[in-house]
């Protein structure tokens, strides 16, 4: 058990000590047969250049550049994350930081032939392909904007409409069409370099205007692309599913809404998955569609640098602060999968799971946080209904297509504290031994054993301000 045991410098045990009071029990109650959404799974992006961070531009060696890759994707090694979120560049060279676009020349009209250049997506491609190889499943490309000469305002930043949507008047005419068929290139262009996208996106945050790549949108507007996007994904017989629309907010994803759900040919017919971000508003209610939803992007962008606090005031940063907002998305908001917004970044902030600072990798009590789940709550899972008896012990559960059962409990309590998990509806009581994994502010990912008593119930001890995942089947 090589990865999971080792030691990580901790601050948090001498200074932020339990109370000594004695331990309460507190009963958890999981009903197996009670189905909820499907898991689709957990990720985060690599954009706008972290992609080449993994492959050694902040100093990893290329062992450490292999088992990075390993902690991220290889679900017996590390976390096996199973979804990346691709960014699909916009810039073109004068703008060399940027991601760079595949259509780098003006054709001049929309109607004129297009010339596309191939690149490596600053990292992206080499990092989906070697994902891939560890067992991701989905790779979501999702585009920040159209490339300067289809929209507006002639930039591919500094938000601006793209040209043919309502309440736009270009003297080039409408570059929906020319803009879909730019998108279907660079899924193609990852096809023949052996990269399956299967999910892609036109859309970042459309409500905002910065100075990165940017596009707006209202959902009347967005409904006009992807009414165009399906039917031409359709003709072409492809194999790819539509996102959208990556609304910087879940308030603002739930007001897009009515103009996706608009007119005789409603645009939501044509999407596979309705995408939604954290930040203007949490995913804390459940979106107003029966399509799967996906919180596809969200993150501490504080700059606070909290690697190895699982709790200390609630902060941002914090592994408990994250084991919340995953368990309420899940629970409230009914979303199928939770990408955190970076991966792995050479930075020293909390924007990222990782840190990579020259040669060391550093695993914040997010990234434990999120292996918990995403190691345990696999693609193709169920959400299953559970109970905690105590208002301060939060808890989730999922069934796994193999039977095994990933029940998570989150320990704000301030006390050791005994769990009495009754899972109701298993098939076979036949494994009496079970495992927990812990990670507070001590421990990150600590096996131990539970057993079954003769009540049938699981018992397991766990530590105050903890997420504790029992695994049973
Ligand atoms: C256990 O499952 C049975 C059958 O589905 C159901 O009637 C009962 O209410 C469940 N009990 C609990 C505690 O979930
Ligand atoms: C929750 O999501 C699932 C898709 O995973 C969907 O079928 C279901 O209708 C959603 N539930 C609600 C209450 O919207
Ligand atoms: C990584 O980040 C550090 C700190 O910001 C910086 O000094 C260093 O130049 C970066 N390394 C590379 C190769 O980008
Ligand atoms: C992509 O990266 C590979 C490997 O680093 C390199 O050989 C190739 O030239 C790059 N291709 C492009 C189009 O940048
Ligand atoms: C590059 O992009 C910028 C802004 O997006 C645009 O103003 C400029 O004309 C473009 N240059 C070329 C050579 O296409
Ligand atoms: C976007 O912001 C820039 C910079 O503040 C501003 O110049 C531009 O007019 C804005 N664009 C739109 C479409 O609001
Ligand atoms: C979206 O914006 C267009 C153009 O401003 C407007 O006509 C339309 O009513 C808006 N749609 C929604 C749903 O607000
Ligand atoms: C969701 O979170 C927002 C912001 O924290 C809060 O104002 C709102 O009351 C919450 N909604 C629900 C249903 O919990
Ligand atoms: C814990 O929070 C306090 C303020 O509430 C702060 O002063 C202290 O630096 C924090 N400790 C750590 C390890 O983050
Ligand atoms: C955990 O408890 C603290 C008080 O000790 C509270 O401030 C915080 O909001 C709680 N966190 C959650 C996720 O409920």
Redesign the pocket.
């Known amino acids: 058990m090589s990865i999971w045991t080792w030691a990580t410098p901790s601050i948090a045990s001498t200074v932020l000590a339990n109370s000594l009071s004695s331990p309460t029990t507190v009963t958890i109650t999981v009903d197996a047969n009670e189905e909820k959404q499907i898991v689709d799974g957990f990720g985060f992006s690599e954009a706008f250049g972290r992609a080449e961070n993994v492959f050694g531009s902040a100093g990893l060696s290329p062992a450490n550049q292999q088992r990075l890759l390993d902690l991220m994707y290889d679900e017996n090694i590390g976390a096996g994350f199973t979804i990346l979120r691709n960014g699909i560049g916009s810039a073109n060279l004068s703008d060399p930081s940027d991601m760079i676009s595949i259509e780098l020349t003006d054709p001049g009209l929309p109607s004129s032939k297009p010339t596309y250049t191939p690149n490596n997506n600053t990292g992206q491609l080499p990092l989906a392909k070697a994902a891939y190889a560890r067992g991701l499943k989905t790779l979501y490309a999702d585009a920040w904007s159209a490339p300067w000469f289809m929209k507006t305002n002639l930039n591919d930043n500094d938000g601006g409409y793209l040209c043919g949507v309502e309440d736009t008047d270009c003297p080039t005419g409408s570059w929906i069409q020319a803009y879909v068929n730019y998108l279907l290139e660079y899924v193609k262009l990852y096809k023949e370099a052996g990269v399956t996208v299967t999910n892609v996106g036109f859309l970042n945050e459309p409500q905002l205007n910065t100075s990165y790549a940017s596009m707006q949108s209202n959902g009347t507007q967005a409904a006009e692309v992807i009414r165009v996007l399906g039917r031409t994904i359709r003709e072409q017989g492809l194999d790819l599913e539509i996102n959208c629309c990556d609304a910087v907010g879940w308030e603002d994803a739930e007001q897009m809404l009515p103009g996706l759900q608009a007119g005789p040919d409603p645009a939501i017919n044509y999407l596979s998955v309705y995408t939604g971000h954290g930040y203007a508003s949490p995913p804390n209610f459940t979106l107003s569609t029966h399509l799967r939803t996906w919180l596809t992007e969200w993150a501490d962008l504080t700059g606070d640098y909290v690697p190895y606090v699982f709790?200390n005031?609630?902060g941002p940063g914090e592994g408990?602060?994250w084991?919340?907002n995953i368990q309420v998305a899940f629970n409230a908001a009914n979303v199928s999968a939770f990408l955190y917004w970076e991966g792995a970044e050479n930075a020293t902030a909390s924007s990222s799971l990782i840190n990579l600072i020259n040669n060391e990798i550093v695993l914040s009590k997010r990234y434990w946080v999120f292996a918990q789940f995403s190691k345990f709550v696999r693609p193709g899972a169920r959400r299953v209904v559970a109970s905690s008896s105590a208002s301060?012990v939060?808890v989730t559960s999922f069934k796994n297509s193999n039977g095994v059962i990933a029940t998570q409990v989150?320990n704000?309590?301030?006390s050791t504290t005994t769990i009495d998990l009754e899972i109701n509806g298993s098939w076979g009581w036949g494994n009496r031994e079970a495992m927990m994994y812990i990670t507070d502010n001590e421990f990150d990912f600590k096996q131990e054993p539970v057993y079954m008593g003769s009540d049938g119930l699981y018992h397991g001890t766990i530590p105050a301000?903890s997420l504790v995942s029992f695994i049973t089947q």
């Open positions: 709790f005031n609630s408990m602060t084991a919340n301060d939060f989150l704000n309590g301030t301000r």
